[in-house]
């Protein structure tokens, strides 16, 4: 017995003098994977008697599920606890300008149905967008095999900025067209569940954070599409600043620059290096391009001159990103977006300049990565999202008090 802390492999979770409610219990068990009810007790401090009880609170409400197996020394194997992934499904749709993904997933996080849907345009406005996303979370519900009432919350990421008060959205995304809309009150009356929404690169910084790099609190997630945007995950979790402006590298003045940027300023980084930026450089030489998914195209076909240009573009970036890593000293930045993820040249641009540029401590163990999730990011990211909200002990606790009255 007086080994028995020594002995528990897991960290100890620090639980001294709260209340071990059934939704601390699930948080235990999700981390975990798979654990005993011994291990359990081991991991919140709770009697054998208390855990029982908390595993049968959560076994009566489905989110929990029993696994045969487990880490048995020998003789009979003891049954482990495992999260029941799949007691309802997030329906999560990543916006874009000019194309979107949706997905139903588990609330593991795991698509059971997606689909790119081409026909989505952001400036034909809010009802006829979210009206074809309705109908096709539908239709992908069907695809899974699930029903309305499965739906345990909703997920989006929205092209623009969305203004956030002490971690909370105050306003509708700034997108034209949307002024004033709120998203979550336009499926309150089709969906009784919560409605989440945020910027597009948040959502795929948490998606990469979450699926790739949980074991480190501190990354950055560079979005080069049209436009440049960067995700800031500190601490494991979704740094947004005062107002849910941080991160907003693309209008950061580039050296050297006069171009004028959309924001009104001159010589962005966006402006310079952004997709929409690389395009109308090269149609001004005669390059047919008219979009981040034409440079995209241009360099994938071996084109030299996009990807001179494209290779430029990350330099230009590491130029931005080497502040930013002496300032925030991240441990991981990833590069997504459909141009960051089109050529190994704008990643060369970004190492060469930020190796080069940031201080050694900050760089001693930086990862400068492409994104693994690739264009799932943000989908996987909007799942991440409202599981965390639904599942979180509070939450969990809240809807068993609620069941029970
Ligand atoms: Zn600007």
Redesign the pocket.
Known sequence: VATAREDQTGPVRPFAGEPVSAGAVLRVIRDAGTLTRAELGRRTGLARSTVAQRVDTLLRHELVREVVGGDSTGGRPPSSLAFNDGSGVVLCADLGVTHSRLAVCDLGGAPLAEEVEERLDISEGPEAVLGLVHERFGALMEQADRSHSHVRGIGVGVPGPVAFDRGEPTNPPIMPGWDGFSIPGWFASRYDAPVLVDNDVNIMALGEHWTNWRDRGHLLFIKVGTGIGCGIVARGEIHRGGKGAAGDI??IRLAGHEVR???G?VG?L??VSGGGALARRLSERGIEARTSRDVVRLVKDGDDAATRLVREAGRNLGEVLAGCVNFFNPEVIVIGGDVGQASSQLLAGVREIVFQRSLPLATEELRLVPSGLGDRAGVIGAAIMVIEHVLAPDAIDRAIRHAAA
């Open positions: 693309g209008h940027c959309r924001c300023n962005c966006e402006a």
